[in-house]
C-alpha cells in the first residue's frame, strides 16, 4: 500500500500556529515580506489536488471514455454500411435469380412443349435435370393440362422446399399446324438458402476486417493521448500531491522535451508553479504576520487579566452574603416567601412559577391570603385564607397544610404549604417566613400507579404480539434474503464465466496474436480478477443455500488418505509458488470416514489455501489424523504462518469475518471461506475449533465423531 505524504492546507479563515512553530519559522527566514508574483497566464484557474487524491484509474478515465465513444461511433457506421451493402448483394441476387427464369423461358420451354407433345418422359427428366443444376434452382415440374388426356403426365426432378424460396408457373403451349395449344404448366422453384449463405459470409468478412481495423485505430488514438496528455497530467497530479509549503520544493517540470513554442500543458505547468510559489509567499507572510499578532495578543491578555482580577475580587466581596442566601433557595424546588408583621409578602423566591405567578413582583406587597387561590375548588382540606388569619391570631407555627391550588392559567395543582412565626429581640412579632411545596405528584400517584399497572400489563401484551409478529417478518426478511443472493449468485456467474472464457481466449491468443505485450498481461490480469469474483460468487451461493437449508450433502464412504491427497496435488502449484512446504503425515492414510467427498474437499482447500496465504517463505503446513479413545476422529491442519490475534480469534467463523492486521493486509478475501467450513463440518455433524498465537501459527482442529467414522 502507497504511503500517501501530507500537504499543509491553508486559507485567510482557518490558519492554526504554535509558538515552537512559529519561532523556529521565525529564525530561519528573518527577511521582509514579499510580494506575490505575478503569470502571463491565470494561476487560479488551477486548483491544487486535495489530500489523498491518486491518478485516475483506467476503469474511470478519460482513456476509457474516448475508447468507448471511438468504439461505439465506428461500430454504428459499420453496421450501417453493413447493412445497406447486404441489402444491395441481396437484391442483386433475388434480380439474377429472376434473370435465370427468364432464360429458362427463352432457351428450355419450347422444348419442353415438343417432349411433352410427344409424350417423352425421358427427354422431359434429361430437359429438367439440365434446369435443376442451374444455381439456386431447387425443383421443377411438368404437369399436363390436356383435358382429353385420361391420365396427365406429371414429371417432377428435384425436391420441393417450404421456407425462403421463389416460385413461377410457366404455360407450356405447342404450335399444332400454325394453332397455339396450351398443352401443360411449367413450375420452377428457386431456393433463397444459397443467397442468404452467401450474405452470412459476406457479412462474416465485413465485420471482422472493420472490427479488427476499428481495435487498432482506437487502441492507437488512445495511445496518442496518453503520450501527449494523460501521463502529463498524472505527474502534475502526483507532484500536487506531494508538494509542501514546508522546505524546499522542486519546480515542476514536463517529462518531454523542450519546445520552442508552448501548448496548452506548458502553459498549465507554468500557472502552476506561479500558483505553487504565490503560495510559499503567502505562507511566508501570513506567518510573519501571526508572530506579531501572538505577540500584541500576549501584552493585551496580560493587562487585561490584572483589570478583571481586581474587578472580580470586588463583586465576590459584595455578593458573597446575598449568594449565600440565594443559593439556598435556588437548590430547592419549593417556593420561598416572607412576609411583615401584616401578613403582606416582603420576599418571594425564584420558583414562583409554581403557583402560577408570570413574575415575583406581581405578589410582592401583596397579602399572604393571596399566595395560593382556593375559592373556586371543593377543598376538602381546608380553606387557605381562613387559616392564615387563624395562625396570625395565634402566631404560632404550621406545618403541611395542604390545599388545592388554583393557577392563573386555570390548572389545578396540590400544595403543602409550611411557615414559621418570625420575631425580633424584644419578642415581638415581625411576620412569617415558609414555603410552597407541590404535591401533585405525589396525589397523582396512587391513580397512576394504577393505570401504569394496566397499561404495563396492556403494552406488555402487545409487545408480545408485536415480537412475535417481528420474529416471522425477520425469518421472512431472512428467507427473502437468502434466496435474493441465491438467484444473483446464479445470474452473475453467466456473465462472469463469459469474461473469463473470453479473457482466456485473448490470454491464449486463439483468434490470433496481439500486437501489444501487454493486453496478454491484461486479458491474464482479468482472467485472474475473473475467477477471483467468480470464487467470490460461489462461496456467497454456498452461504445462501446453507442458511436457506438447501444444502444436500451426498454420504459416502470415502478414504481420508486419498481426498487429502487430491487436496494437495491441488494446492501444490500455489504451495510453490508461496515457498511453502505441504506434509501429511501417514496416519491420514489410515483411516476411512462418511462424508461427501466434494464438500469434504472443499473444507480441506479452504484450510489449506488460509494457511498458505498466512505462511512465511519457507513456512510449512502439516495435515494429520488423530484417533481418540472414544472413536472420534480429529483430523488437525497446523502452520508455522502469522496466528491470529488473541482477541480477533472469537469471532473468526463468523461470516465477512477478516483478521485485522498490519501483517495480512496485503491479501484479498471477504470473509466467507471459515464461516463455509464451519457451516460443512457441523453438516457432518462435527465440530471445528482453532488455536493460534500470533507470530507463530495457526492449528484448525477438525472433530469427526465415531459415528462418521468407518471401522476397518
Given at each position: 500500500?502507497s504511503?500517501?505524504?501530507?500537504?499543509?492546507?491553508?486559507?485567510?479563515?482557518?490558519?492554526v500556529s504554535t509558538k515552537?512553530?512559529?519561532?523556529?519559522?521565525?529564525?530561519?527566514?528573518?527577511?521582509p515580506?514579499?510580494?506575490?508574483?505575478?503569470?502571463p497566464?491565470r494561476?487560479?484557474?488551477?486548483a491544487?489536488?486535495?489530500?489523498?487524491?491518486?491518478?485516475?484509474?483506467?476503469?474511470?478515465?478519460?482513456?476509457r471514455?474516448?475508447l468507448?465513444?471511438?468504439?461505439?461511433f465506428?461500430?454504428?457506421i459499420?453496421l450501417?454500411?453493413?447493412?445497406?451493402?447486404l441489402?444491395l448483394?441481396y437484391?442483386?441476387?433475388?434480380?439474377?435469380i429472376s434473370d435465370?427464369?427468364?432464360?429458362?423461358?427463352?432457351s428450355?420451354?419450347n422444348?419442353?412443349a415438343g417432349?411433352?407433345?410427344n409424350v417423352?418422359t425421358e427427354?422431359?427428366?434429361?430437359?429438367l435435370s439440365?434446369?435443376?443444376?442451374?444455381?439456386?434452382?431447387?425443383?421443377?415440374?411438368v404437369?399436363?393440362?390436356v383435358?382429353?388426356?385420361?391420365?396427365?403426365?406429371?414429371v417432377?426432378?428435384?425436391e420441393?422446399l417450404?421456407?425462403n424460396?421463389?416460385?413461377?408457373?410457366?404455360p407450356?403451349?405447342?404450335?399444332d399446324r400454325d394453332?397455339?395449344r396450351t398443352?401443360?404448366t411449367?413450375?420452377i422453384?428457386?431456393?433463397l438458402?444459397?443467397?442468404?449463405h452467401?450474405?452470412?459470409?459476406k457479412?462474416?468478412?465485413?465485420?471482422g476486417?472493420?472490427a479488427?481495423k476499428?481495435?487498432?485505430?482506437?487502441f492507437?488514438?488512445l495511445?496518442?493521448v496518453?503520450?501527449?496528455i494523460t501521463?502529463h497530467?498524472v505527474?502534475?497530479?502526483?507532484?500536487?500531491s506531494?508538494?509542501?509549503?514546508?522546505?524546499?520544493?522542486?519546480?515542476?517540470?514536463?517529462k518531454?522535451?523542450?519546445s520552442s513554442?508552448?501548448?496548452?500543458?506548458?502553459?498549465?505547468?507554468?500557472?502552476?508553479n506561479?500558483?505553487?510559489?504565490?503560495?510559499?509567499?503567502a505562507?511566508k507572510?501570513l506567518?510573519?504576520?501571526?508572530?506579531?499578532l501572538?505577540?500584541?495578543?500576549?501584552?493585551?491578555?496580560h493587562?487585561?487579566q490584572?483589570?478583571?482580577?481586581?474587578?472580580v475580587?470586588?463583586e465576590?466581596?459584595?455578593?458573597?452574603?446575598?449568594?449565600?442566601?440565594?443559593?439556598i433557595?435556588?437548590t430547592?424546588t419549593d417556593?420561598?416567601?416572607?412576609?411583615d408583621?401584616?401578613?403582606?409578602?416582603?420576599f418571594?423566591?425564584?420558583h414562583?412559577?409554581?403557583i402560577?405567578?408570570?413574575?415575583?413582583?406581581?405578589l410582592?406587597?401583596q397579602?399572604?391570603?393571596n399566595l395560593?387561590t382556593?375559592?373556586?375548588?371543593?377543598?376538602?382540606?381546608g380553606?387557605?385564607k381562613k387559616?392564615?388569619?387563624?395562625?396570625?391570631?395565634?402566631?404560632s407555627?404550621?406545618r403541611n397544610l395542604?390545599?388545592h391550588?388554583?393557577?392563573n392559567?386555570g390548572?389545578?395543582i396540590?400544595v403543602?404549604?409550611?411557615?414559621?412565626p418570625?420575631?425580633?429581640?424584644?419578642?415581638t412579632?415581625t411576620?412569617?417566613r415558609?414555603s410552597?411545596?407541590?404535591?401533585?405528584?405525589?396525589?397523582?400517584?396512587?391513580?397512576l400507579?394504577?393505570e401504569?399497572?394496566?397499561?404495563?400489563?396492556?403494552?406488555?401484551q402487545?409487545r408480545t404480539?408485536?415480537?412475535?409478529?417481528?420474529k416471522?417478518?425477520?425469518e421472512?426478511a431472512?428467507?427473502?434474503?437468502?434466496?435474493?443472493?441465491n438467484?444473483m449468485s446464479h445470474?452473475?456467474r453467466t456473465?462472469l464465466?463469459?469474461?473469463?472464457g473470453?479473457?482466456?481466449?485473448m490470454?491464449?491468443?486463439?483468434?490470433?496474436p496481439l500486437?501489444?505485450?501487454?493486453?496478454k498481461s491484461?486479458?491474464?490480469d482479468?482472467?485472474?480478477?475473473?475467477?477471483?469474483?467468480?470464487g467470490?460468487?460461489s462461496?456467497?451461493?454456498?452461504?445462501s443455500?446453507?442458511?436457506?437449508g438447501h444444502?444436500?450433502?451426498?454420504i459416502?464412504?470415502?478414504?481420508?488418505?486419498a481426498?487429502?491427497?487430491?487436496?494437495i496435488s491441488?494446492m501444490?502449484?500455489?504451495?510453490d509458488k508461496?515457498?511453502?512446504?505441504?506434509?501429511?503425515?501417514?496416519?491420514?492414510?489410515?483411516?476411512h470416514?462418511?462424508?461427501?467427498?466434494?464438500?469434504?474437499?472443499?473444507?480441506i482447500i479452504?484450510?489449506v489455501s488460509n494457511?498458505i496465504?498466512?505462511t512465511k517463505?519457507?513456512g510449512?503446513i502439516?495435515?494429520s489424523?488423530?484417533?481418540?479413545?472414544t472413536g472420534?476422529?480429529?483430523l488437525?491442519i497446523?502452520d508455522?504462518?502469522?496466528?491470529?490475534?488473541?482477541?480477533q480469534?472469537e469471532g473468526?467463523f463468523k461470516?465477512?469475518?477478516r483478521?485485522?492486521s498490519s501483517?495480512i493486509?496485503e491479501?484479498?478475501?471477504v470473509g466467507l471461506?471459515?464461516s463455509i467450513v464451519?457451516?460443512?463440518?457441523?453438516?457432518?455433524?462435527g465440530?471445528?475449533?482453532?488455536?493460534?498465537r500470533?507470530?507463530?501459527?495457526?492449528t484448525?482442529f477438525i472433530?469427526?465423531?465415531?459415528?462418521?467414522v468407518?471401522?476397518?
Open positions: 500500500m504511503k500517501k505524504k501530507d500537504i499543509v492546507r491553508m486559507s485567510g479563515d482557518d490558519f515552537n512553530a512559529s519561532a523556529a519559522y521565525e529564525s530561519q527566514t528573518k527577511v515580506r514579499e510580494t506575490v508574483i505575478t503569470s497566464h494561476p487560479d484557474d488551477f491544487l489536488p486535495s489530500q489523498g487524491d491518486s491518478p485516475l484509474p483506467f476503469s474511470r478515465g478519460i482513456g471514455r474516448l468507448f465513444a471511438i468504439l461505439l465506428s461500430s454504428l459499420t450501417i454500411l453493413t447493412a445497406a451493402q441489402y448483394d437484391r442483386r441476387d433475388v434480380n439474377s435465370r427464369l427468364l432464360e429458362i423461358e427463352r428450355y420451354l422444348s419442353i417432349s411433352l407433345w417423352d427427354q422431359l427428366k434429361i430437359q439440365g434446369i435443376v443444376r442451374l444455381p439456386d434452382i431447387q425443383a421443377v415440374e404437369q399436363e393440362t383435358s382429353e388426356v385420361k391420365k396427365p403426365l406429371l417432377t426432378v428435384g420441393r417450404e421456407h424460396t421463389i416460385s413461377w408457373s410457366l407450356i403451349v405447342y404450335n394453332t397455339a398443352i401443360g411449367l413450375y422453384q428457386a431456393t438458402e444459397g443467397v442468404y452467401r450474405l452470412w459470409e457479412t462474416l468478412v465485413i465485420l476486417t472493420q479488427i476499428t481495435f487498432l485505430v482506437s492507437f488514438i495511445y496518442v496518453h503520450y501527449l501521463r497530467l505527474s502534475l497530479a502526483n507532484f500536487a506531494s508538494y509542501s509549503l514546508i522546505g524546499q520544493s522542486p519546480v515542476f517540470r514536463l518531454r522535451r523542450a513554442n508552448p501548448d496548452e500543458l506548458d502553459r498549465v505547468v507554468s500557472a502552476f506561479a500558483m505553487c510559489q504565490n503560495l510559499r509567499i505562507y507572510n506567518n510573519t504576520a501571526n508572530i506579531d501572538e505577540a500584541r495578543v500576549e501584552e493585551r491578555t493587562n487585561l490584572q483589570e478583571i482580577s481586581e474587578r475580587a470586588a465576590q466581596a459584595l455578593k458573597f452574603s446575598e449568594k449565600r442566601f440565594r443559593d433557595a435556588e430547592v417556593l420561598f416567601w416572607e412576609t408583621e401584616n401578613l403582606s409578602i416582603s418571594i423566591s425564584g414562583f412559577h409554581l402560577g405567578i408570570d413574575a415575583a413582583e406581581n410582592v406587597g397579602s399572604l391570603a395560593i382556593t375559592e373556586n375548588q371543593d377543598n376538602k382540606e380553606d387557605w387559616d392564615i388569619e387563624l395562625r396570625r391570631q395565634t402566631q407555627p404550621f395542604e390545599y391550588c388554583t393557577r392559567n390548572d389545578i396540590a403543602s404549604v409550611s411557615g414559621i418570625i420575631f425580633d429581640q424584644n419578642k412579632f411576620g412569617y415558609g410552597v411545596r407541590d404535591i401533585s405528584d405525589r396525589r397523582k400517584a396512587e391513580i400507579i394504577q401504569a399497572k394496566e397499561t404495563l400489563e396492556r403494552r406488555v402487545e404480539q408485536e415480537l412475535s409478529t417481528a416471522e417478518e425477520a421472512l431472512n428467507r427473502s434474503k437468502t434466496d435474493f443472493l438467484n445470474e452473475l456473465p464465466n463469459a469474461v473469463i473470453f479473457a482466456q481466449m490470454q491464449h491468443e486463439i483468434m490470433g500486437d501489444n505485450p501487454h493486453y491484461y486479458a491474464s482479468i482472467n485472474a480478477s475473473g475467477l477471483y469474483l467468480l467470490i460468487i462461496d456467497i451461493l454456498d452461504v443455500k446453507i442458511e436457506s444444502m444436500a450433502l451426498e459416502e464412504t470415502v478414504h481420508l488418505g481426498v487429502v491427497e487430491k487436496c491441488m501444490q502449484d500455489r504451495a508461496a515457498e511453502v512446504i505441504l506434509n501429511v503425515t501417514p496416519d491420514v492414510a489410515l483411516h470416514i462418511k462424508a461427501d467427498e466434494r464438500r469434504f474437499m472443499q473444507i479452504n484450510l494457511a496465504k498466512f517463505k519457507t510449512a502439516t495435515i489424523a488423530t484417533r481418540e479413545g472420534d476422529l480429529i488437525a497446523s508455522n504462518g502469522i496466528g491470529i490475534p488473541e482477541n480469534q473468526i461470516p465477512f469475518t483478521v485485522e501483517m493486509c491479501h484479498e478475501g471461506g471459515l464451519k457451516a460443512l463440518v457441523e453438516q457432518h455433524n465440530k471445528i475449533t482453532l488455536e493460534s500470533e507470530g507463530e501459527g495457526t484448525v472433530l469427526l465423531p465415531a459415528s462418521v468407518v471401522q476397518q
